[in-house]
């Protein structure tokens, strides 16, 4: 039987666990520095129920924003990072609800500010320590006996990644070539322990926990060994074929069993959580929205006749088309005046589309000496107002609030193969290029760089930096779309 290996945030429940006993331990320290250690801390009931929530906190922040990821290979600097980010969003947590609670003015601020000054160093060591006793127990127990059966063609970059991973526990313990008889001999210094004819037999008789199949070409898989190692229940691993392109998983289709790539692998949990802070989000939005066009509606109207709320078509995930909510901010003939001015486009290749002073906004007009004069329609968009209807997109799942920004259909009629990673995740008010410069980047290579790392290393954590980054460009009125 074989033990499939933990994923996600559970490959790590040690070491989140440790965090937690860490920040306690803090928390009992700085008690004792303040109070004196004749007390216990968790004695009194406002203390005890803050302690239960700060460890709370510590589970949430170490899933929802991934600090433990790689913890095994991370080096000592990048350890030092995670321990911060870690640390101060615990604290940060903590902060946010002494203000939501009554008796807050009950806590010292003394300990507080002493318990996140102690937490940071002694989860840093803890940490370390771990992973110390954790790799030393994984190079003393090599509890995987693992034989590899492959080809010429595969062999030496094969053996050198399974060595790149000792943190797996695996021992090679010898080598079958499929496409020679090398009985005898060292290749990697891995003895070729049989050949083909003989393998079945030899697993059969040495102590062989795994088999991993690793072969340039599929059709040359030895699928009569595999079968025999199955009779024999033996836990076979069949090495895929890089595709080259992000994540692979094995599932079902028609009750087949097939290889899934995609750029990127969400669990739905994650997907989940993700919609929840949509609904969250676009419920805000929307009415903030409703509020914004009670207000600048009769200033639209009496200065550009139309409707108040423009739609236009955009093209969201893998293709979909939907219509687009903003409030009016351009003349009614925007659209049709758009190629006239497509000479002054800031973008390279007329991949997407923005001037730096565009008179078919409302209110935006050159003066006879020159002088450009900015009005309403030119408010409304630098202050990022116009995107506030976009929460009806996303109530209605068409959008999300972090994602892509979805391309009018003339842009995407001028996509070429890789700018259509960008419609791989649902598109959003939001997205990674936005608060990496918004309107300054004006290279649509780097926006599209920007949009597929984004949907490469997606997670709730970066979705929520980039919130939080959002609402200080939007604050700050820094190169609103």
């Known amino acids: 039987m074989y033990k499939k290996s933990e994923q996600g945030w559970l490959k790590h429940l040690d070491f989140i666990l440790l965090d937690v006993l ?31 929530w700060m460890a709370l906190f510590g589970v949430v922040v170490a899933v929802l924003f991934n600090t433990m990821h790689d913890v095994l290979k991370r080096r000592w600097t990048t350890e030092i990072r995670m321990t911060l980010t870690q640390c101060l969003l615990v604290f940060s947590s903590v902060i946010i609800y002494l203000f939501s609670v009554k008796d807050a003015e009950q806590f010292s601020r003394v300990t507080m500010w002493v318990m ?34 492959s080809d010429s063609a595969s062999v030496v ?15 090679l313990c010898g080598l079958v070539l499929i496409d020679r008889d090398a009985a005898g001999e060292t290749v990697q210094d891995l003895p070729v322990v049989a050949n083909m004819a003989d393998a079945a037999k030899y697993i059969c008789r040495e ?40 994540k692979q998983m094995v599932e079902k289709i028609a009750g087949m069993p097939v290889i899934t790539n995609s750029i990127n692998i ?12 949509d609904v969250l989000g676009g419920i805000v939005l929307s009415l903030v929205a409703v509020l914004a066009i009670l207000i600048l509606g009769p200033i639209i109207k009496c200065q550009s006749p139309g409707p108040i709320l423009y739609t236009q078509e955009r093209i969201g995930q893998n293709g979909r088309r939907f219509k687009m ?28 589309f923005k001037l730096d002073f565009d008179p078919r906004i409302i209110g935006n007009v050159v003066l006879p000496d020159g002088t450009r004069k900015r009005g309403i329609g030119d408010f409304i968009r630098r202050t990022s107002i116009d995107e506030l209807p976009q929460g009806f997109n996303v109530l209605l799942n068409q959008m999300s609030l972090v994602g892509t920004r ?29 608060v990496s410069g918004r309107s300054e980047i004006t290279n649509f290579e780097e926006i599209t760089r920007l949009d597929t790392e984004y949907i490469e290393n997606w997670s709730i954590g970066l979705d929520i930096r980039i ?4 609402i200080g460009a939007v604050a700050g009125h820094r190169g609103a779309m």
Request: charged fraction near 25%; proline fraction near 5%.
């Open 266 to 277: 969400a669990s739905p949990g994650q997907l989940m959580i993700k919609r929840i802070i």
């Open 325 to 352: 909510f903003k409030i009016r901010s351009m003349y009614p003939d925007a659209d049709r005046r758009k190629q006239e001015l497509m000479d002054q486009n800031r973008v390279d290749n007329g991949m997407m």
């Open 406 to 434: 979805p391309p009018t259909v003339d842009e995407w009629d001028k996509y070429e193969l890789h700018h259509r990673a960008r419609l791989a995740t649902k598109p959003g008010i939001t997205g990674m290029w936005q």
């Open 157 to 171: 970059e094969t053996v050198e990644r399974i060595k790149k991973y000792p943190n797996e526990g695996i021992s």
């Open 467 to 470: 919130l939080l980054k959002t």
């Open 116 to 149: 996140l000054l102690l937490y940071i160093p002694l989860a840093f060591a803890i940490r370390m320590l771990w992973k110390r006793f954790v790799r030393y127990r994984i190079s003393r127990d090599k509890s995987r006996a693992m034989l590899l059966i």
């Open 22 to 52: 860490s920040a306690q331990l803090a928390f009992v320290l700085a008690y004792g520095l303040r109070h004196g250690f004749d007390r216990w801390v968790y004695s009194k009931a406002s203390y005890r129920t803050l302690a239960i």
């Open 207 to 246: 102590w062989i926990d795994e088999v991993y199949i690793a072969v340039e070409d599929l059709d040359n898989t030895p699928h009569e060994l595999v079968e025999k190692c199955r009779q024999m229940g033996v836990t076979v691993h069949l090495q895929m074929v890089p595709l080259g392109m992000g």
